[in-house]
């Protein structure tokens, strides 16, 4: 589903490369951790895989498009197939959480008469419902983040990339976040979440992929048979 | 569609104060082109009835036997370039000269010989009224035996012909001033809109909007502004005009509203500035975002 | 102080595009309301020439002796409203009328008795160039037993009055609405400029700076522009000037531009349109920010 | 330095109260945390302090001055004396990482010849040295984290106010911050640091005070004496 080879990040103002010869690949449903002390590359990353930024140098796959090779037309299309968490929530903020959500099936040209019973479905998982006419600036920390992760799930996307997705959230908060991810994964979504909770990390047992000054330092599953 | 209509009005909704701006921007430069344009048609207008009074005065010797005049007056009359002929008999000639001489009313009233010679006037017709035309007129008419001199106020024709050039130009020159202003302020309105909005559009390119998708209400929303602004322009015109007529009549002008046709072209105009204005700037500046 | 001017000019630079838009909002406004004011210059001016020629002219009696007229023509021209006293003797004004009555020069220039009588104009003092001092000095001039008639163009007279009040009228009502659109236009810039930096005013705050802080770059910064658009606007009223002037000479017409003193007004007057209109919006939309 | 007295914070457009009855104090050179689930008022707890939002009933005192009935002049002076971190960063976009700091430096008049050596200190005490001329776009999270840290430390508060400041951070960069804060504590200056990190809570052993639904549930200090 996603694939990197050599791939090198350099933006122009900035004097260090933030990603350098990164090289690896995430299969069919796996779900993957991206750690990484602050500044390592992990948005970056992220960003490559929806084309926020293109890559320097190597070659970026996500699920059959060729990044650095995209027209504009395939911009969209790709992101559609993508479920993302941006870090900065990025929600609209003259809509409310509920407009929100609606808005990213609107764009894809979902049934207008299928759309609030999905809205309403992802508010209800991660316990939002009673926010739902609250707009950004009404909602605390958490509660933004929480419906910046309703939206990325409410197309049941067959990859979800999640870049710090419980930074603002309490432990239980957390947990119910992070059980919501591993449910999607179970039905078979591509899940790649870029965290600093390393307790998380640790206890979930799931692939990591460690970044350090732009490089990738560390995959738990490199010794692995690497599928073609 | 319903969606485009719905988002078009949302955004209306959301960025009130920016849009009220572009409307009355909008609806300024309109105005302000509408005003030209009644000016310019009230010009045309006077200008028509200006022109009607170029004409050209033949002097007949006194004496003239009046079957000639008859004769001569409707060979004249013939001549493409002439409209109407009218013959000024000497009693006529003095009875004008006292009513309209004010100055010389006195003068006139002793008069025990009439010093004025009789005369035929002709008038042109429309297309003919410059000064080559006269002139070719007043040519001819010298060929007739019993015509004293002609007479086509050369200069009052030529400075007639000036005045209209002069009128077009400054006329085309307003009017385009004008036209680039309206462009320059609704483009500017128009990249400010996309401007403010630069953070939601990166967004819904975020969660996979196609360009057309961003782009349709921002297009929908700039020709109803358009339209609007259209509508605003049309009435301040209509209420300039209606002041401007009351102060008119006074000065005996008799001023021209626009027809249904101008009404309908300022609106179509507004319209397609809005459209275009949108179009351009919300293409030129989506790559940007 | 220094603080204050980095400031300023710092916002200019970060929002060159809004701040673009400001200077040519206030230029425009501006430039609109020079040109009115070139046109009201231009008009006072030639209506100044209009007047000089308001004139009462009084008849004199055939056969008046030449003393007696001096003699009057000394005491007309100690009447407070008279400027001047012209004797127009009869040959004089037959000549007069050979050359200036294009129309009838072939009548007068056979006629044996001249028609003519001889006459004495009067030109007024400016304060005094309206239907009723014209109407005093004529009934005074009656009273002199060599006048026969005195006619001072009761009709012109009153024309040029009521020309000239329409004048004025239709100035004011045109300089206001443009005064009041620069105004909202101003206003709704500079609101929309504050609206923008919502965020970063909000910011400032939220790290202890004062209203006043705040208030002064936005200040000083609508000054500038003002300023600015004072300058444009003089640069444009010249532009167009220059091309009417170059069609005006054709017109005969004598087309005057603005003193060191009327473009010093301008530009004061562009910059206080900017203070004002940033101090007014500033402060309301800070309290709500 | 710090007193709350029944204090209730109502939103308008908030069904329940977002704080109810909250009482308590800090003192001179406290360092106290602040917990509690996703939207359990720590955040409108801290707004309150700062005169963000005014409380709907009660009392709120900070440094000396009463919250509910500060008048516009009063604002600044107040906030002057305060250091904040905000959740979600509040940087200047259009300045650079240095001039969003030197601007707090600015606010208060500092003289104009100290503020570059002033600005340089914090950036290097969270590690940012070489990013002082990003600007926020081109800092990752958490840099811009740690540039509104630097801000909030550069004027020397008598209080400082952190607003989950460590949500971006990861574990290393944390302690560090967590370490920087416990420094100027030392020095005499009150710190109130919301946050979800319990591991850190845990750890440093100082004093708790936990939300919850608005509601001051424990106050890890509350049978101690409380000063006058
Ligand atoms: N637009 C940009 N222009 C210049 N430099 C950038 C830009 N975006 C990121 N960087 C730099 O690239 C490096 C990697 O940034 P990135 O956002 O990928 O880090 P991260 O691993 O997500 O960190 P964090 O955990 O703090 O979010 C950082 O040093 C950052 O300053
Ligand atoms: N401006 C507002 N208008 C209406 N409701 C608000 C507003 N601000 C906050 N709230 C509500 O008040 C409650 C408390 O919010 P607050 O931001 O204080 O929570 P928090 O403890 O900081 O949560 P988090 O850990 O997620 O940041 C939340 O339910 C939130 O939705
Ligand atoms: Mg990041
Ligand atoms: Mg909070």
């Known amino acids: 589903m996603i694939r990197f080879t050599k791939v090198a990040k350099h933006y122009p103002t900035g004097s260090e490369p933030a990603l350098a010869d990164v090289t690896f690949h995430v299969g069919r449903g796996e779900f993957v951790f991206l750690t990484g002390h602050s500044g390592a590359g992990k948005s970056s990353l992220l960003k490559l895989m929806y084309a926020e930024e293109r890559p320097s140098a190597g070659d970026v796959r996500v699920s059959g498009f060729t990044i650095g090779a995209l027209t504009a037309d395939e911009v969209p299309r790709l992101r559609r197939r993508l479920g993302i968490v941006f870090q900065d929530f990025r929600l609209l903020e003259d809509r409310t959480a509920a407009e929100n959500i609606a808005f990213a099936l609107e764009v894809t040209g979902s049934r207008a008469d299928v759309i609030p019973a999905r809205v309403a479905r992802v508010l209800g998982q991660v316990g939002l419902e009673h926010k739902a006419g609250a707009f950004p600036r009404e909602l605390s920390g958490g509660e933004q983040q929480r419906v910046a992760i309703a939206r990325a799930l409410v197309n049941d996307p067959p990859v979800l990339l999640a870049d710090e997705p419980t930074g603002n959230l309490d432990e239980r908060a957390t947990r119910g976040v992070f059980q919501l991810l591993r449910d999607i994964n179970a039905s078979g979504t591509v899940v790649l979440m870029a965290t600093h909770d390393l307790d998380l990390v640790r206890q979930a047992g799931h692939r990591v992929l460690e970044l350090r000054d732009g490089h990738l330092v560390f995959d738990s599953a490199a010794d692995q048979e690497e599928p073609a | ?289």
Chains 1, 4 share one sequence.
């Open chain 2, 1 to 289: 569609m319903n969606l485009l209509w719905r988002e078009a009005l949302l955004s209306f909704r959301r960025t009130r104060l920016l849009s009220v701006l572009s409307v009355v921007t909008i609806a300024f430069a309109l105005f302000v082109t509408g005003l030209f344009g009644l000016v310019a048609m009230n010009l045309r207008l006077a200008l028509g009835q200006l022109e009607e009074r170029v004409e050209v005065v033949a002097f007949v010797q006194r004496g003239t036997p009046s079957q000639t005049i008859a004769v001569a007056t409707s060979d004249i009359s013939a001549f493409p370039e002439v409209r109407e002929v009218l013959y000024v008999s000497e009693a006529d000639a003095l009875e004008r000269a006292r009513t309209e001489l004010v100055e010389f009313q006195d003068a006139y009233r002793d008069l025990e010989v009439n010093p004025l010679p009789p005369s035929l006037e002709l008038k042109l017709q429309p297309g003919y009224r410059d000064a080559r035309s006269a002139g070719e007129v007043a040519e001819r008419l010298r060929g007739f035996g019993f015509i004293e001199d002609v007479r086509y106020g050369r200069e009052w024709v030529q400075n007639l012909d000036r005045l209209r050039t002069i009128a077009g130009l400054v006329g085309l020159a307003i009017g385009s001033a004008f036209a680039l202003v309206s462009m320059v302020i609704i483009g500017v309105t128009i990249r400010m809109t996309v401007l403010q909005r630069a953070r939601e559009i990166q967004i819904m390119r975020l969660v996979g909007a196609t360009d057309w998708f961003i782009r349709g209400p921002f297009i929908l929303e700039g020709a109803i502004k358009g339209f609007l602004g259209g509508v605003l322009a049309v009435a301040l015109c209509g209420a300039v005009f209606a002041a401007f007529k009351g102060q008119g009549v006074g000065l005996g002008l008799g001023l021209t509203f626009f027809g249904p046709l101008e009404v309908l072209a300022l609106l179509v105009f507004g319209t397609l500035l809005g459209l275009a204005g949108s179009v351009v700037s919300v293409g030129r500046h989506l790559k940007r975002v």
